[in-house]
């Protein structure tokens, strides 16, 4: 996510801003910037890459001044340059603001303002906003107030800070959906995006709502609804964390943080791309008509480890809910084949890094043969991001821990609104296509039950701390998350697990069976229950362990088994969603258990990007 610091104090504010990035750079980025109120003029410095490149840039000319905003930039709109880097401005380059969030209403907002003369020069949709909060002030309005009409227009995630210099000494923020937090000094205030950046200066911090809008002087701070103005008492409180826990927000590693952070993650993936009422979703940069998608004969997806297994969840989707022929192949393995793709084949690269060496030499060879490849990538700017012929951004933020979790999350995500787009070209009702949204809407809430739940898994974990393995088990959509949970284990606990679709244990794996070789089952109230149910009874019939995660209530399953993990319903197509997040926290609590380094695992590497 992109971070934020801004200063109005007695002090230079530069190097307090520059610290602030400093501290804020684990949140990942691609570009930073700064603009200080130097004398009465807004002097602005943005710089491509790392904060140290930014710096070299302003030892050259330093701004100086009481008061400034900084940003880093993680890109959600627009790749990683000079130009896009924050601050953006307005017309006058007397208004800047630094923003971190998705406007998803940016297109049609900029167009209102194209007509009104407004010229731009990038192409993000926070510049956007800097256009709009002139257009409102018009030389009248307070900087606050010209902010709060700009809002009140807005729909999507903000977290923003805007200086200008009609308004010197001042400095207004806003928040929703994205973090924001006012640091109280003596004659000093800050904003920043999380308190990793205000811990040198002051602990003493007041956390803004969602809708808040705040202004910060040398002596005071005030927060006022967007809506209607009305002033909001906020309390002071004191941050007790070091600046390392804070990173991590308090959690212990960035996996288990980054598992936490799912259900905002499911609603950036989805902000901006769907239309209830009409049951569709709008997927804008896949560079393929309607007419051109509707005559979709066959999807090919290519990836690799976690990327593979959510391309898997992507085939039983695409091919239930839109009736279209799925492949799926290790990027590895397609690479040296013999590639056949006929016309009319979506072919779909699904990258977390966008660099992994083997998913880009496919798509180099694929596009080399003439073919158009799409990408499903979190990383803007990255050579997979740039080298596609179009595709869809995931908007998962920055992803620190080597396992891949919300990535993965919002990877499906993402392949649940191609099915829908898909689908609804074929002969996927409008009904159908509300109804599959209606319940994707409802998925963080459910997640948000289950992280609950982290406490009863981790105590599950240490009655099987010591096994020699596991055996992974699902059925049709549970299968490629049994995959996915072994894989999640084996990572990061380095305890050995095998997954299997339910179907073949009789083909072989129930050798494996004994009572200290446990199996995981998936088995949500599904089409397959009782399928999955009779294995159960086999393996339970030759006294193996068996842990479950079922729904809610299911009582006869619970007598079946040994320990059951509960999940709330949902329909059967988003079942993964929910089903991938009992195998996370188990892998997570597991690695814990077992003192094993969560974040950074043996032997391997965030981003494979070798052969
Ligand atoms: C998953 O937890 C692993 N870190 C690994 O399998 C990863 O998914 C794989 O290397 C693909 O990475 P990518 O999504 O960045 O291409």
Not at 313 to 331: C, N, Q, R, W
Not at 406 to 411: D, L, T, V
Not at 485 to 503: D, Q, R
Request: hydrophobic letters at 40%; aromatic letters at 6%.
């Amino acid at each position: 996510m992109c971070g934020i610091i801004a200063y109005v104090g007695q002090k230079e504010a530069t190097p307090i801003l520059i610290d602030g990035l400093k501290r804020l750079e684990y949140r990942g980025y691609d570009s930073a910037g700064i603009a200080v109120m130097d004398k009465k003029k807004l002097v602005c410095q943005k710089k491509k890459g790392r904060i140290q490149a930014l710096e070299d840039k302003i030892s050259v000319d330093y701004p100086e001044g009481k008061s400034g905003i900084a940003h880093t930039r993680w890109a959600t709109h627009g790749e990683p340059s000079d130009l896009n880097a924050h601050p953006h401005f307005d017309c006058q380059k007397k208004l800047m603001i630094v923003h971190n969030g998705i406007i998803e209403n940016y297109q049609e907002l900029k167009e209102k303002l194209l007509k009104k003369g407004h010229k731009f020069k990038t192409e993000t949709d926070t510049e956007v906003l800097a256009h709009l909060i002139e257009d409102c002030q018009n030389g009248k309005l307070s900087l606050l107030e010209s902010v709060r009409c700009a809002l009140k227009q807005v729909e999507g995630t903000y977290g923003v800070a805007i200086m200008n210099e009609s308004n010197p000494g001042e400095i207004v923020a806003a928040k929703n959906g994205s973090p924001l937090v006012i640091g109280v000094g003596d004659k000093e205030h800050f904003i920043a995006s999380d308190v990793s950046a205000l811990l040198p200066y002051t602990r003493r911090v007041v956390y803004p709502r969602d809708g808040e809008i705040i202004k910060i002087t040398q002596d005071d701070f005030i927060v006022r609804s967007i809506s209607d103005r009305t002033e909001k008492q906020r309390k002071l409180e004191k941050v007790e964390w070091d600046s390392e826990m804070v990173k991590k927000k308090g959690f212990d590693h960035f996996m288990l943080k980054e598992i936490f952070e799912q259900p905002q993650v499911i609603k950036n993936a989805i902000a901006g791309r769907v239309i209830p009422e009409e049951g569709l979703a709008h997927l804008g940069g896949l560079n393929y008509s309607d007419k051109e998608l509707q005559k979709t004969k066959r999807v090919l997806f290519l990836a690799c480890g976690t990327a593979y297994y959510a391309a898997m969840v992507g085939k039983y989707l695409i091919e239930e809910l839109a009736g279209i022929s799925v492949d799926v192949e290790f990027a590895s393995e397609y690479r040296y084949k013999r590639m056949i793709i006929e016309k009319d084949t979506l072919v779909f690269v699904i990258s977390q890094s966008g660099e992994t060496a083997d998913t880009l030499a496919v798509m180099q060879e694929i596009k080399r043969k003439g073919h158009k490849v799409l990408g499903v990538s979190n990383v803007v700017g990255s050579t997979i991001a740039r080298e596609t012929d179009g595709g869809v951004f995931i908007h998962a933020g920055p992803e620190i821990g080597v396992a891949s979790t919300k990535a993965f999350m919002a990877q499906i995500t993402v392949l649940v609104l191609l099915a829908v787009k898909l689908g609804r070209h074929k002969d996927m009702t409008l009904k159908q296509g509300q109804e599959i949204i209606k319940a994707l809407l409802e998925i963080p809430n459910k997640i948000e039950a289950i992280l609950e739940q982290s406490a009863k898994i981790k105590a599950v974990v240490k009655k099987y701390k010591d096994v020699k393995g596991f055996l992974y088990l699902g059925r049709k959509f549970g299968y490629p998350i049994a995959l996915e949970g072994a894989l999640k284990l084996k990572e990061i606990s380095y305890v050995h697990a095998e997954a299997y679709a339910c179907g073949e244990m009789k083909h072989g794996p129930l050798a494996l069976i004994e009572p200290d070789f446990p199996s995981l089952f998936l088995a949500p109230k599904d089409s397959v229950y009782e399928k999955t149910i009779s294995n159960i009874q086999e393996v339970k019939a030759r006294k193996g362990k068996i842990i479950a995660v079922g729904n809610n209530g299911d009582k006869s399953l619970a007598k079946m088994v040994n320990d059951l993990i509960e999940i709330p319903k949902t329909i059967e197509p988003l079942e993964p969603l929910l089903t991938v997040v009992p195998l996370q926290l188990f892998a997570y609590h597991m690695a814990v258990l077992r003192q094993c380094d969560v974040d950074k695992p043996r032997n391997l590497a965030k981003s494979v990007t070798v052969e």
